[in-house]
T-cell receptor, first 115, second 113 residues
Framework: AQSVAQPEDQVNVAEGNPLTVKCTYS??????LFWYVQYPNRGLQFLLK??????LVKGSYGFEAEFNKSQTSFHLKKPSALVSDSALYFC?????????????FGKGTRLSVIA | KAGVTQTPRYLIKTRGQQVTLSCSPI?????VSWYQQTPGQGLQFLFE???????NKGNFPGRFSGRQFSNSRSEMNVSTLELGDSALYLC????????????FGPGTRLLVL
C-alpha cells in the first residue's frame, strides 16, 4: 500500500526566510509525487510534480521540491517566504504505471509566514 | 480553459436524507476523482471514473456512490446521510490517469444536521 507522511502539522517561518515543508512517502514501485496548496474555503491548487528525470522540480509561485529516492522524500522548498504563502500544503503520491491505484494524500502541513 | 466546476457550493441536509453533488471536469478531461476532506481524517479518496467506468473505489460504505456520464460530467450520491458525512467534497479531473496532474474544483461543503 502507498502512503504519505507529512511529519509537521504546522510550520512557522518569518517573511523573507527560506521555507521547507517535509514529505516522505512509501510505495511499492516508482512514484509520481505531487504538491498541492489549499487556501481557506478553496479547492486544492497544483504546485508541482515529479514524474521522472531531474530530481529538482520547479513549480508555481517560486516553489521547488527535491526528489530523494534513497530517503523516499519529496520536500517542498522556497528560498524566500511571503506572507501570501500562508496556507495548507498537501503532498501526494501515486504508483507509476499503475492506473488503478488512487492518488494518496498526506495529512497536510499548515504554513504560517509571519511578517 | 474553464476549470473544474462543482455544484452546489454549499448544502445543508438533515440526517437520513440523501444528496447528489455534481462535478464538471475541465474540457477534454476524461478522468474524474472524488475526495472527502474533513479536519480529522484529511483528504480521503472516494472513487475515480474514467470514460464512464469506475476505475477505483476508496474505503467508504455503500451509501456513497457515483457515476460518470458520456460528456465526462460526474455525480456522487450519498444516501441516508449521517452527521459524520459533514465535509468538503472535492472533485478533481485529469486528462488520463497515472502521472497526469489532477486539477481540483472549489468543492461542495456539506453540512448534515
Amino acid at each position: 500500500a502507498q502512503s504519505v507522511a507529512q511529519p509537521e502539522d504546522q510550520v512557522n517561518v518569518a517573511e523573507g526566510n527560506p521555507l521547507t515543508v517535509k514529505c516522505t512517502y512509501s510505495v511499492s514501485g516508482n512514484p509520481y509525487l505531487f504538491w498541492y496548496v489549499q487556501y481557506p474555503n478553496r479547492g486544492l491548487q497544483f504546485l508541482l510534480k515529479y514524474i521522472t528525470g531531474d530530481n529538482l522540480v520547479k513549480g508555481s509561485y517560486g516553489f521547488e521540491a527535491e526528489f530523494n529516492k534513497s530517503q523516499t522524500s519529496f520536500h517542498l522548498k522556497k528560498p524566500s517566504a511571503l506572507v501570501s504563502d500562508s496556507a495548507l500544503y498537501f503532498c501526494a503520491v501515486r504508483v507509476r504505471n499503475s492506473g488503478n491505484t488512487p492518488l494518496v494524500f498526506g495529512k497536510g502541513t499548515r504554513l504560517s509566514v509571519i511578517a | 480553459k474553464a476549470g473544474v466546476t462543482q455544484t452546489p457550493r454549499y448544502l445543508i441536509k438533515t440526517r437520513g436524507q440523501q444528496v447528489t453533488l455534481s462535478c464538471s471536469p475541465i474540457s477534454g478531461h476524461r478522468s474524474v476523482s472524488w475526495y472527502q476532506q474533513t479536519p480529522g481524517q484529511g483528504l480521503q479518496f472516494l472513487f475515480e471514473y474514467f470514460s464512464e467506468t469506475q476505475r477505483n473505489k476508496g474505503n467508504f460504505p455503500g451509501r456513497f456512490s457515483g457515476r460518470q456520464f458520456s460528456n465526462s460530467r460526474s455525480e456522487m450520491n450519498v444516501s441516508t446521510l449521517e452527521l459524520g458525512d459533514s465535509a468538503l467534497y472535492l472533485c478533481a479531473s485529469s486528462s488520463t490517469s497515472g502521472g497526469e496532474t489532477q486539477y481540483f474544483g472549489p468543492g461542495t461543503r456539506l453540512l448534515v444536521l
